[in-house]
């Protein structure tokens, strides 16, 4: 199993390269803020293939709408559990036999990681359904189009960014498919992310996202940096449930995700 970080990562915590780019609120100025966009990406590293992928994206108005349309999490915890889950123990029996499909594999990211394979597949049941369910818009036009969004364009350019260097180096094809705002793979990691934290869980010599392994090893990689603690507690209260907000900040989806570990862990 072997960490494979890009040369030239793109960090959530680094400043959006300044651009001239104009950003707009419909699809009318995407192919000029395009144009314009290539200059920052050749600027930032992005080769043939991913100014290429670049040229080709278009407007996701799928991706505007779930933007505009999001309300938030705003449900109890049991009526979360209920719409998202089912039930607790229901869905642990389910998270349950993916760690005993490859117990060696979850073994491994745990003794080098600290993490738990029972928050592992419960952050993979919870985010695509095991990989049911990983998007249905193609990554590069939903990322480019939240980027050239005036909403939150510094917060998504590093990512759209990191979006067409994944696309240089082969991690992702310019038509793969994932969530609306550019999340990819079994556990949904935004392509900076990816870059920063992504490890090759198969020991094939690459990283895909969309390679269950390689998603979670990478997942298990992203909470140890984030101060996940071997050997600590993740129940509300405990050491290692803070790190869950670096995960999703939604305190009943870090609760749900501790309560079905705490019912595989049993």
Request: proline share 4%; charged share 20%; with cysteine.
């Amino acid at each position: 199993m072997r960490i494979i970080l890009a040369s030239l990562c793109i960090t959530l915590a680094a400043a959006a390269p300044a651009i001239s780019a104009t950003c707009g609120n419909t699809g009318a100025g995407f192919g000029a803020w395009k144009s314009e966009f290539a200059s920052t990406a050749k600027e930032e590293g992005v080769k043939d293939r991913g100014l290429r992928a670049l040229a080709a994206a278009t407007y996701s108005k799928g991706t505007i709408r779930a933007d505009r349309n999001q309300k938030g999490v705003k449900y109890a915890l049991d009526d979360f559990i209920r719409i998202r889950l089912g039930s607790v123990r229901g869905f642990a029996s389910t998270a349950g036999k993916r760690i005993a499909r490859n117990p060696a594999f979850f073994a491994s990211l745990e003794k080098r990681y600290g993490v738990p394979g029972s928050i592992l597949v419960s952050i993979h049941g919870m985010e695509t359904g095991f990989g049911r369910s990983m998007g249905s818009v193609p990554v590069v036009s939903s990322i480019l189009t939240v980027a050239y969004d005036c909403r939150r364009s510094d917060f998504f350019i590093p990512h759209a960014i990191a979006a067409l260097q994944m696309v240089d180096r082969g991690m992702l094809s310019p038509s793969q498919l994932g969530a609306f705002h550019g999340e990819m793979g079994h556990t949904q990691f935004l392509p900076g992310n990816a870059m920063q934290f992504g490890v090759d869980g198969n020991g094939d010599g690459r990283v895909d996202f969309y390679n269950e392994w390689d998603a979670l090893a990478s997942t298990a990689y992203f909470l140890r940096k984030k101060g996940w603690k071997k050997g600590k507690g993740y129940l509300p209260g405990e050491p290692n449930f803070p790190v869950l907000n670096e995960w999703n900040a939604a305190t009943v989806y870090q609760k749900a995700i501790a309560a079905v570990a705490a019912e595989i862990d049993k």
